[in-house]
């Protein structure tokens, strides 16, 4: 048996979870044509592969071997007949020209597919480029996420890299049942719109064991996500983990269920965000839990703001997002500004059940402040700053 098959079987065994029968059958890029020297367009190649596997009646592998493989947009479409593995060992890198990346707004499209399993492997879309042009604000093409899954369920994604995005890395919309692993997410602190991970409109998403630095939100959990766990999450620099932005549409659907555990933020902007537009909407937060997390030097470490209205687009109007059950528990360590714990909620739908329970935020000389605006909650244990609530 062949090294790739051989693999492809040993992981074919420990996701049995996902499938019924272990034959797997391998689909070498290589040998639909794509070239690991980081220059000849790739993609096409790895679209004949996906195909090949998806039309596979048993478990199969795509299989990327080491070496850099240049790649434009490539889209891996299902229903597939069974469950994949898609095994990266090498390096995806972009065209190194930004204007090739197209206008879909994607780079790796995983669009409806099911028993899918993305293992190892670097994604580099090499958006420094990019950035530079937004920044001088003339005629930038509109950027791409790197890698995508939509419409899609019982989904596993270990072990992957990816760097440099021109916007967005990760995006989840639409899924069910969908894993996040080992992942390692980078971008410098300052390029624009680099999210980490971006969940929308789906259901069990867990996000594990994970760094990400980036230039802007580490996570955001936005409208219509419920059951959402993440654990064990180390983030900075960003823009902190942030439920939201809610509320900017009225019939939004909103979001429920929400765990972070065991994460330590660095020099990020914001710690635990929840963030909602200052406009009517029927969206909500419900049901969400902050524990056992670490602070270090941030500047807005526990943050509901409720008044985000970018360019003045809703003069005098009050959120309709309703923020209720959220829980901080056992949060320690620093801030950069005095008010370290701040609650901006909608006059109109004050939050509700906001409990604090040992928390301990300071700066390094002043005593830290907390802020109530429209909350009603309680707090127990040791609460520093002094609780609001
Ligand atoms: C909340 O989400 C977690 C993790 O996704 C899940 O295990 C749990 O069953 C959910 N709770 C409810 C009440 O749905």
Redesign the pocket.
Known sequence: MDKHLLKAACICFILSFFQSSCNAASYNVVSFGARPDGRTDSSQAFESAWRAACASSSSSMVYIPRGMFMTKPVVFSGPCTSSILFQIDGTLVAPSNYQDMGNSGFWILFTKVSRLTVHGGTIDARGSKFWACRRTGSHCPPGVRSISFLWSSNVAVSGLKSLYSELIHVTVSNCNNIMFEHMNIIAPSRSPNTDGIIIQSST???IKNSLIRTGDDCIAVGPGS????MEKIACGPGHGISIGSLGNSLNEAGVQ?V?LTNAVFTKTQNGVRIKSWARDSKSYAS?VEFRNIVMRAVDNPIIIDQTYCPSNRCPRETSGVEVSNVRYNNIRGTSTTVEAVKFQCSASNPCRGIQMRNIRLTTPNRATTSTCENVRGSASGQVVPRSCL
């Open positions: 069990g998403v867990t419920k059951n959402i766990w269920n765990t049901d």
